[in-house]
């Protein structure tokens, strides 16, 4: 299995601003994944963060709105910028280990 | 573009019963498919990983079996419990080196003591 941590669980924001998430995996692995889930919805991935290159964006997912870092191997951060109430979701880190998928336990975004 | 599709999409139960969930996807070509449990406001939880060349997989009282040919997956809960009340959400992936999954719209069951 997989440890996976973010912060913060929870925020609430106001429109315009950028709220940057963290997530911390229990050991090294190549790719990291983001998700969103909006209310409602199912799951929708974001991108992907490789360690050393930039991340690779699923269509309709531009970095200018979601600027993700990927400092090292157990690391990874997500950016929601200039937020609307359109992006109150539940966002989530994800890895992958033996071909298992496993997920942090979300962060949940309220903007007003 | 591989859809995924699960019924019902909620279900009540009285304790104890055994149940069936279902998931269907439109493309056949996939690399392996995973059920997750998902309790409200929280993260998904892995229940069962059943790669392309499997038939089914069990842990506990949940069995999950694969019909790649008919685009075909349930998940069957023995013996249901309060604490099994969740949504229940199942994903397939593409191939091997990718962690995008398609997930479909999930089941929400709700266990009756």
């Known amino acids: 299995s997989a440890v996976i941590s973010q912060k913060p669980s929870r925020d609430i924001c106001q429109r315009g601003t950028s709220l940057t998430i963290q997530c911390q995996v229990d050991?090294?692995?190549?790719?990291m994944f983001w998700y969103r889930q909006q209310p409602g919805q199912s799951l929708t991935l974001i991108a992907t963060?490789?360690?050393?290159?930039?991340?690779?964006?699923e269509s309709g997912f531009v970095i200018d709105k979601f600027p993700i870092s990927r400092p090292n191997l157990t690391f990874s951060t997500l950016t929601v910028s200039n937020m609307s109430p359109e992006d109150s979701s539940i966002y989530l880190c994800?890895?992958?280990?033996?071909?298992?998928?496993?997920f942090g336990p979300g962060t949940r975004l309220t903007v007003l | 573009k591989q859809e995924v599709t699960q019924i019902p999409a909620a279900l009540s139960v009285p304790e104890g019963e055994n149940l069936v969930l279902n998931c269907s996807f439109t493309d056949s070509a996939i690399y392996n498919l995973q059920w997750f449990r998902q309790d409200p406001g929280k993260g998904l939880t892995s229940l069962l990983l059943i790669q392309s060349s499997q038939r089914e997989q069990t842990s506990g009282r949940l069995n999950a079996s694969l019909d790649k040919s008919s685009g075909r997956s349930t998940l069957y809960i023995a013996a249901s419990q309060p604490g099994d009340s969740a949504t229940y959400l199942c994903a397939v992936k593409g191939s091997s080196n990718t962690g995008k999954l398609i997930f479909g719209q999930g089941t929400t069951l709700q266990v009756k003591p």
């Open positions: 994800s890895v992958v280990r033996a071909d298992e998928q496993f």
């Open positions: 050991s090294q692995v190549t790719m």
């Open positions: 963060a490789n360690q050393g290159s930039e991340a690779t964006y």
